[in-house]
């Protein structure tokens, strides 16, 4: 039996082992160190506050398990609560809370976007939406990265061959691995020119940019052909993520998504957190402009020992190339009481691995100093 089990493993110990060749072999981590690769930018997921507001949903009767889809008996108080507060919040016209932020753009690529229609993708949009793209039987292009005019001329092209489907572009505002931003300006320019619709995710900048956290999408939330995915599990501390569009998309998403219609709903209880999170987002404004100010400094000690700024954002990706090279770094600055991680392809793109850096407020001034110094040390010599 164990030769016909090892048999029929074999292709998984092949591919694992070809990983292993080209050193992208990956592990499950523990937490180790002074935290520079979480995405808890205002230390909010271990907060006082955040703890206090579960314990108190606890002993007022907030079940644990949500027990049902959202069509079934999974659609709590909490939760609407959450989305009506989310919409005024952000400006839109509705939300839709979701349990994962990477679930959040499939009811668009999956369930919104239809057979004539055309899916233009940044390049560097996170992994789940160049997943859901090829789920879909709609069309689908690739652009370079932060090249609106690309974009652009794909919608030409679409119409002048007579295409007259819908298009969609999805775009990052904050992009998780360079720590750019995008030209969300000249993006929603073409929407306008063109009237097609425009998909923000703000995964990174919920809660961090724009004012009181809402997000570098802010300025537009409302419009019929802006939907924005807002990620609830990394500055905000919690869980899950929150759409937030027109009301007719949302009823759309509600009528034909499959993850809302037959996934358990989330727990009620990361309704709380977000809930919670949004009224420090209004009432606690200093510790945006305390992670303002740590950001600024780290850009300006970058500086001062001679090194280019990696990025004008809290996301800090030194790249090294070689993915062997990533593998030796991110080892040796942990050893040192640092938690920074190596990422290396399909996690960025091939011959780009890097350290990718990320200031939270669970650092102070000085452990970042601290981190600079030991990183110039790890690679002064370029191995």
């Known amino acids: 039996m164990s030769s016909v089990i090892a048999a029929k493993s074999s292709s998984y110990v092949a591919g694992l082992d070809a990983l292993q060749e080209d050193d ?7 937490l180790i160190g002074t935290d520079f690769s979480s995405s808890d930018y205002l230390a909010l997921a271990n907060a006082p506050r955040m703890k206090k507001a579960i314990l108190t949903a606890l002993e007022s009767g907030t079940p644990i398990g949500a027990g049902g889809s959202r069509l079934l008996r999974g659609n709590y108080e909490e939760r609407e609560c959450l989305e009506a507060e989310a919409a005024r919040f952000f400006g839109a016209q509705t939300a839709l809370f979701f349990g994962c932020g990477y679930f959040a753009s499939f009811p668009v690529l999956t ?78 320019a073409i929407v306008d020119r063109h009237d097609v619709f425009l998909v923000g995710e703000e995964a990174d900048a919920t809660g961090v ?58 727990s009620p209880l ?26 600024a400094l780290t850009h300006w000690e970058t500086v001062a020992r001679g090194e280019r700024r990696p990025s004008n954002s809290l996301i800090l990706p030194y790249i090294v190339g070689e993915n062997a090279r990533a593998l030796r770094r991110a080892p040796a600055l942990q050893a040192q009481g640092f938690d920074i ?22 650092v102070g001034e000085e452990e970042v100093r601290a981190m600079l110094d030991a990183l110039a040390e790890e690679t002064r010599d370029g191995s």
């Open 24 to 30: 992208r072999l990956r592990g499950i981590m523990p």
């Open 341 to 362: 991680r190596g990422l290396r392809p399909p996690t960025v793109p091939a011959g780009t691995a890097r350290l990718r850096i990320s200031l939270t407020l669970n």
């Open 111 to 188: 369930r919104l976007l239809q057979r004539h229609n055309l899916l233009v993708l940044e390049s560097l949009v996170h992994a789940n939406t160049h997943e859901g793209a090829r789920t879909r039987r709609a069309a689908f292009r690739i652009c370079a990265h932060k090249d609106p005019q690309a974009i652009e001329s794909e919608i030409r092209d679409r119409r002048a061959a007579g295409g007259a489907g819908q298009v969609w572009i999805v775009v990052e505002s904050l992009y998780s691995m360079d720590g750019d931003f995008a030209p969300l300006e000249d993006l929603l």
């Open 270 to 295: 990361m309704a709380v957190a977000a809930w919670e999170t949004l009224s420090i987002l209004q009432e606690e404004p200093e510790r945006q402009r305390r992670l303002a100010k740590l950001v």
């Open 209 to 266: 940019c724009g004012e009181q956290g809402r997000g570098l999408t802010a300025p537009y939330e409302g419009r019929e052909t802006l939907l924005v995915v807002h990620t609830c599990g990394k500055a905000l501390g919690a869980a899950g993520s929150l759409v937030t569009a027109s009301g007719v998309l949302r009823d759309f998403i509600i009528n034909r998504c499959r993850l809302l219609v037959f996934a358990t709903a989330p």
